[in-house]
Every structure is written in C-alpha cells, then in structure tokens.
C-alpha cells in the first residue's frame, strides 16, 4: 500500500488493470512520448501506489498495445525531435544523445540520425547564428573568446571541421560548405 506524503491528503488506492490504462491513457494524451517513456512512467506509478490486481502488472503489454495502436510512435518522435533539434541549431551527435536519452531503439532512430547528419553544415550556421559565432559576430573574436566559442559548438553536437572553420572566420565572411 502506498503511503501518502501530504498528512491531509488520503492515500490514493493502488492501481488495478483498468485504472493503469487511464493512466496511460491519460500520459499519451498529454505528452509526445516513446515506449521507454511510456513503461517508465507506468513502473513509477506501480511503485508508488503499489499494484491490486491478478497476477502481474500488465504494463508491458500495455505498452505494446499503444505501440500498435499508434498512440505512441518511436520513430516519429525521434524524427520530430532531431527536426527540432536541428531548427535550434544542435548537430548530430547531440541529436543522437537526445535520442538515447529518449530510449528509442537504432531501427526506429536511424531515418532521424542520418537526416541529422545531411543536415550538419546547415545545423552549424543556424548554430553559429544564434550564438553570433564567426561570420555572425559583430567583430573579431579574441583567442579566449574563440576557444569558448569553439567549445559550446562542440557542445552542441558539431564536428569539430565545422565548429573549427565558423569560429575561425570573419564576420561577414562565411566559409563553404565543407562536404
């Protein structure tokens, strides 16, 4: 039984089949999420209010079911999120961190990780926009500037060709495309 942390506050009753499926019902309406989202926040709430019915929990399962069902979409989410990482201006490998992070599988994130990779040069000059970064600056950077720069484009998930040739450049002056 789940102890209650709030002393004014009745202990909520543990959770039984069709109440862990509002939940999940419920976290799907509100949240873009994948199955490793979905199961953990299922696991927690067994945890916290413990579990009422036959057998097992049935939260493997469940998540399965959202799977085919469509409510929950890993290679969708791992495409919207590498998009909106790229719009921000974050390079591939931040973008296949946030996508470990997110627990999605190799076969459902490869489409979003090599459209993330096409997309570096493009990443690196919104990236380097944003920040005012080499061409972008307002005027020269000094060496300790640009070693800072040089490090948050890192950071950022770029190739360190790519952060080396914006950082290095004058403003007004954008290199190339390297590829």
């Not at 919104?126 to 972008?136: D, L």
């Not at 005027?139 to 952060?163: D, I, V």
């Amino acid at each position: 039984m789940a102890v209650s942390t709030n002393p004014r506050k009745s202990p909520r009753p543990p959770l039984d089949s069709a109440a862990l499926e509002r939940l999940a019902l419920h976290y799907v309406e509100r949240y873009a999420t994948t199955r490793a989202k979905l199961r953990a926040y299922l696991e927690r709430k067994l945890r916290e209010r413990g579990w009422d019915g036959e057998g097992s929990p049935p939260h493997e399962a469940l998540v399965a079911r959202f799977a085919e069902r469509g409510y929950v979409n890993d290679r969708l989410f791992a495409e919207s999120r590498a998009e909106a990482l790229a719009r921000r201006g974050y390079g591939a490998r931040r973008v296949d961190s946030a996508l470990r992070i997110a627990g999605i599988e190799d076969a459902d994130a490869a489409v979003a990780r090599a459209e993330a990779h096409e997309r570096g040069w493009d990443a690196a000059l919104t990236y380097a926009r944003r920040k005012k970064i080499g061409p972008f600056a307002l005027e020269p950077s000094e060496e300790n500037r640009r070693q800072k720069q040089l490090a948050a484009m890192l950071r950022a998930g770029h190739p360190f060709e790519f952060a080396k040739l914006l950082v290095a450049a004058l403003p007004g002056e954008c290199p190339a495309d390297p590829n």
